[in-house]
């Protein structure tokens, strides 16, 4: 499909075009509400990024939206403006299944503190995104409900865990989403269907209300199709939340105040480790080119060793994997989700549910956390990787002495070919090389769009800052996107028969 | 390496039911993870605390104050088995 056979007329305008059109009475909330519907009804047969549409709620919102607009009163900054969240976040009285069977009754009673702050905002939530079961892992594949595709290409993966999140923006189905990124979960995604996305500091937004995978590294963070949209899903969504007692009590700063200022002088490191071996060299081509652009808005370039990247992997998966089977040891078929039901003793019960319930990837997770947490190998991995995890910390608190934000590619290839990596569990967790990191030491990230490679899929290009640099982090990538225009290509979808 | 009686043990720890196939094929896996994973052994780290977390956690008290927190009946209608306002198991 091409950009002129695209009949919704609205579905690719950015959150401050929504806005000026819905103020000056050009369109109706309600009728951009209809118009993203509109919108997946023509593709998301084939590009899956819906587990769930949440019809009800969004046309409440957008119906609060008109209302107001009628009345003359002042609006939030994004009311009016759908959204899509990634489906393990709890919007009360809509299932949220993680993506997994064990969850595919599953009606939260309460909402996610972002949720509330949504509802807040009068940003009308369109539907829940498809993921990898429990954000596990890095194509979108692990999902217990459909295959999702790339909007690019539809063959190859989108990247995940947040990989319907990514789609969604991508194709025009949303303006805004949220992702959770754990390792790269919200970064990977957006980089393999080139859109803009933000994993924030740790302890920004509230992890209330999101299903826990890996609680010392989750984070939920915005999708949109350009930096400014991001910046202000992300004022939406931030603060401290008493239910969440990681989150962080301080002042959220205004995120769009100084975005538009110049970089000049602006230290940028780039991460030696990330740009050598086993990068694809036309994503290797696209970073350099990026520090050009960079370069020439009066960025001050150099190099940056983060010396312990070779064990980042290693560091990232043990902890990981032992938190994610301490924290999933609460689906056991006793109080919500799904039972076997033929069990006739507890034991049994437990054994079969979770058999049952859970997929491949999250299995193999509980089971080398477990590993790593059972006695005789509790040092050697868990006690060793979280050393190595403040040593990677200080590698970073040492970076940001010299510069002030950090570059490198946010993966080392471009999105793969659905199935190619499903047998090499191994193969698929060397993909976040470059983003877990970030989550081992709380820093946040954006993933930016910077180039294609031959086969038209897009590149990203990752930026990196100290805890709550967040506003520097967003200038910066503003500043690159307005001197290039990655960003602003659309794919064309081809529709499966 | 790791044996299947290995890989067992943690499925048992993990209240995991797992098939002969599931176990031959996670043995072969985790054999090839866990190799992976014991590169970190080359790291010293001697006089390293270990990081939990990123920033200092700290126990966060609120007022001892009775709040409205959830309630009953809309938990339990998650419940896959419920009688007289309890959850129900099959028996222990």
Redesign the interface.
């Known amino acids: 499909m091409t950009d002129e056979k695209i009949k919704t007329k609205f579905c690719y305008k950015t959150a401050s075009e929504m806005r000026r059109a819905l103020l000056n009475k050009e369109i109706s909330a309600k009728e951009i509400v209809d118009d993203s519907y509109k919108r997946i009804e023509e593709v998301d047969n084939t590009l899956k990024a819906f587990i769930c549409l949440t019809k009800q709620s969004a046309y409440k919102t957008a119906e609060e939206v008109d209302k107001k607009l009628g009345n003359k009163e002042k609006l939030p900054p994004l009311a009016g403006i759908p959204i899509a969240i990634k489906d393990n976040m709890c919007l009360k009285g809509f299932p949220t299944t993680a993506a997994s069977k064990i969850l595919a ?3 939260p ?2 909402n996610a503190t972002v949720v509330k702050k949504l509802e807040e905002n009068l940003i009308p939530i369109i539907g829940k995104a498809n993921m990898d079961e429990f954000a596990m892992g890095s194509s979108n594949e692990n999902s217990s409900y459909h295959i999702a595709r790339n909007p690019w290409n539809t063959n190859s993966v989108p990247g995940g865990s947040s990989g319907g999140s990514a789609i969604a923006v991508c194709s025009g189905e949303s303006v805004i989403s949220l992702g959770s990124d754990t390792g790269g979960s919200i970064r990977l995604p957006a980089s393999f269907c080139g859109v803009v996305g933000l994993k924030p500091t ?2 920004r937004v509230s992890r209330y209300g999101l299903i826990a995978f890996a609680s ?1 590294l989750d984070q939920i963070g915005p999708f949109g199709r350009c930096v400014e949209d991001v910046a202000l899903a992300l004022q939406a969504i931030s603060g401290h939340d ?1 239910n969440d ?2 989150s ?1 009590n301080q002042a959220v700063p205004d995120y769009t105040a100084a975005l538009k200022e110049d970089i000049k002088g602006l230290r940028i490191g780039v991460i030696t480790e990330m740009l050598g071996e086993g990068v694809n060299p036309e994503v290797k081509q696209a970073i350099n080119n990026s520090i050009k652009v960079f370069e020439d808005l009066g960025a001050k370039i150099e190099e940056i060793s983060i010396p ?1 990247t ?2 980042a ?3 990232y ?2 902890v990981a994997m032992a938190e994610a ?1 301490s924290n999933l ?1 609460r689906f ?8 076997n039901p033929d ?10 549910t ?2 049952e319930g ?1 997929g491949e990837e999250v ?2 997770r ?3 956390g ?2 790593a947490l ?1 006695s005789g190998y509790y040092d ?2 868990y ?9 990677i ?1 200080k590698d970073f608190d040492k970076a940001f002495e010299q510069v002030d934000l950090l570059l490198s590619p946010v993966c080392p290839t471009t999105a793969f070919d659905i199935g190619s990596k499903t047998e090499d ?2 193969g698929m ?1 060397l993909m976040d090389i470059c983003t877990l990191m970030a989550n081992l ?2 820093l946040p990230g954006i993933s930016l769009p910077c180039g294609f490679d031959s086969k038209k899929l897009p590149i990203g290009l990752q930026m990196l800052g100290p ?1 709550l640099s967040e506003e520097l982090l967003l200038r910066a990538s503003y500043n690159f996107e307005q001197a290039t225009d990655f960003h602003t290509k659309k794919p064309e979808i081809t529709l499966l028969e | 390496m ?1 044996t299947v009686k ?2 067992e ?3 048992k ?6 098939c002969e196939e ?1 176990k031959e094929k ?1 043995t072969e ?2 054999s ?3 190799d ?2 014991n ?5 010293n ?1 001697e006089d ?8 200092p ?1 700290k ?2 008290f ?1 007022d001892d104050k009775a709040e409205v927190s ?2 009953r009946t ?2 339990l ?5 419920e009688e007289d306002g309890f ?1 129900k ?4």
Do not use: C, W
């Open positions: 009754n599953f009606v009673p309460y740790y302890g010392s008493p007692s990681t962080i312990h070779k064990y992997i290693s560091t998966y043990v089977s040891a056991d078929g006793v109080k919500f989700g799904y039972r069990a006739d003793n507890l034991l049994d019960m437990y054994t079969k979770r058999a859970f299995k193999r509980i089971m080398l477990t590993y059972s050697a991995y006690k060793k990787a979280q050393q190595v995890r403040s040593l910390k569990p191994l967790y030491a709380g805890v | 790791i290995e890989v043990h943690a499925a720890l993990a209240r995991l039911e797992l599931e996670y896996q985790f090839k993870i866990l992976y994973f590169q970190l052994k080359e790291v780290t390293v605390e270990p990081m939990a977390h990123v920033f956690v126990n966060v609120r959830s309630i809309e938990i209608k998650n419940a896959p088995l959850f198991v099959p028996k222990i």
